[in-house]
């Protein structure tokens, strides 16, 4: 243990998740959209968290894009820098789930091991792993951002799925398959999971 870690010790909060929870009226959790870039992963986040803030609940959404523009702005796209981009957002989906909210975070997160790694941060109710499954003969096709161009012609490297690999959840919680069901099929399917599990 480092120096730095000696020397600091957690405080406990005043307010308990627990309270937190009971005022929201509703459980706080990690739904983890993960899959290719271009499969829908904060299209169906931002819409699945506009139903869920229109009925009252405390919800956020954390975009790959735009963490990259703040908190990890230092960080690139070597298997180092990716795996250590998730864990810095476990930990800060971690806080969110103590704060009582709904936290939805949209990254490719290539790597098992790594999602993993935040699931093991929290609760076993607290993580949903939801795979957004796009072909990536679709996703090429959409390429919102020209990216898979960029990477066909190497202007990009350690780009998923053409020169990164990508490694699809074994056992998540939901698949949504992006390329078959509209995103209100998608935002339907995830309310009534989330409904049965009891979270909200």
């Known amino acids: 243990m480092s120096e730095k870690q000696e020397n600091i010790v957690w405080h406990e909060s005043t307010i308990t998740k627990q309270q937190r929870r009971k005022k929201n009226g509703h459980q706080s959790f990690i739904l983890w959209f993960t ?19 229109n009925q009252g609940k405390q919800v956020y959404v954390l975009d790959g894009d735009n963490v990259r523009h703040g908190l990890n702005q ?27 909210q709904i936290v939805l975070t949209a990254f490719i997160s290539p790597f098992r091991k790594d999602r993993d790694v935040v699931r093991s941060l929290v609760g076993p109710e607290e993580f949903l792993e939801i795979y957004v499954h796009c072909s990536l003969e679709e996703c090429e096709k959409r390429d919102p951002k020209g990216l898979y161009k960029k990477a066909r012609k190497k202007e990009i490297t350690h780009f998923t799925g053409i020169s990164a690999p990508y490694e ?13 069901n509209s995103i209100e099929q998608c935002v339907e399917r995830l309310l009534k999971e989330l409904k049965q599990k009891q979270l909200i």
């Open 168 to 180: 699809e959840p074994e056992n998540p919680e939901i698949v949504l398959d992006t390329e078959k």
């Open 74 to 100: 230092d960080l690139g796209f070597n298997e180092d820098d990716r795996k250590e981009n998730i864990r810095r957002i476990g930990e800060v989906s971690k806080l969110f789930i103590d704060s009582g």
């Open 35 to 53: 899959g290719l870039s271009a499969s829908g992963k904060s299209t169906v986040a931002n819409a699945l968290a506009a139903s869920l803030f």
